[in-house]
T-cell receptor, first 111, second 113 residues
Framework: DAGVIQSPRHEVTEMGQEVTLRCKPISGHDYLFWYRQTMMRGLELLIYFNNNVPIDDSGMPEDRFSAKMPNASFSTLKIQPSEPRDSAVYFC?????????FGSGTQLSVL | KQEVTQIPAALSVPEGENLVLNCSFTDSAIYNLQWFRQDPGKGLTSLLLIQSSQREQTSGRLNASLDKSSGRSTLYIAASQPGDSATYLCAVPMKTSYDKVIFGPGTSLSVIP
């Protein structure tokens, strides 16, 4: 398996634009997590899914953030409209059981 | 609410030295604890997972211990190498949601050749 795949690897956009981050979890994994990492706040859990169903989105900072998982092999995290304070590295992770496997992340810069 | 801290925030050691990284958590009713490694600009790689019923786990030069009663875990790295330079993070699940994993801030390790 290729592991957790995220795209794009880097995203630079202007304030107010819509941003969509994508994730393909490891096949067979039933949990999917979206994390955000910044120097100031470290690694924060935004939302996670179990069997494609959102379980806890309490970490989503604002209504500008939304996430979907239409099927077991794909998830998106959308920010609309984006703001400079959204600049961070966004990680997707999946698990089957207790061990987490992370993607390489998307470096988002909002100008 | 589960809170995870790690000490020290940064550590620099000469190659070959043995070292210990520390992780503390506020709620001892955990299901497991994981140690991760993160290289600059990369994602996180799982190193060791300790179940709540276990006291330690070993993988090569790495040994992780868990003391639930005191809310502590340590990651021991033997005979450190420059390739061990990275940030090491510990993570535990929330008390009420065993599948909701919370991360510590990490320890940045530099092994000097």
């Amino acid at each position: 398996d290729a592991g957790v795949i995220q795209s794009p690897r880097h995203e630079v956009t202007e304030m107010g634009q819509e941003v969509t981050l994508r994730c393909k979890p490891i096949s067979g994994h039933d949990y999917l997590f979206w994390y955000r990492q910044t120097m100031m706040r470290g690694l924060e859990l935004l939302i996670y899914f179990n069997n494609n169903v959102p379980i806890d989105d309490s970490g989503m900072p604002e209504d500008r953030f939304s996430a979907k998982m239409p099927n077991a092999s794909f998830s998106t995290l959308k920010i609309q409209p984006s703001e400079p304070r959204d600049s961070a590295v966004y990680f997707c992770a999946s698990s089957l059981g207790l061990q987490l496997f992370f993607g390489s992340g998307t470096q988002l810069s909002v100008l | 609410k589960q809170e995870v801290t790690q000490i020290p925030a940064a550590l620099s050691v000469p190659e070959g030295e043995n070292l210990v990284l520390n992780c503390s958590f506020t709620d001892s009713a955990i299901y497991n604890l994981q140690w991760f490694r993160q290289d600059p600009g990369k994602g996180l790689t799982s190193l060791l997972l300790i179940q709540s019923s276990q006291r330690e786990q070993t993988s090569g030069r790495l040994n992780a211990s868990l003391d639930k009663s005191s809310g502590r875990s340590t990651l021991y790295i033997a005979a450190s190498q420059p390739g061990d330079s990275a940030t090491y993070l510990c993570a535990v699940p929330m008390k009420t949601s065993y599948d909701k994993v919370i991360f510590g801030p990490g320890t940045s390790l530099s092994v000097i050749p």
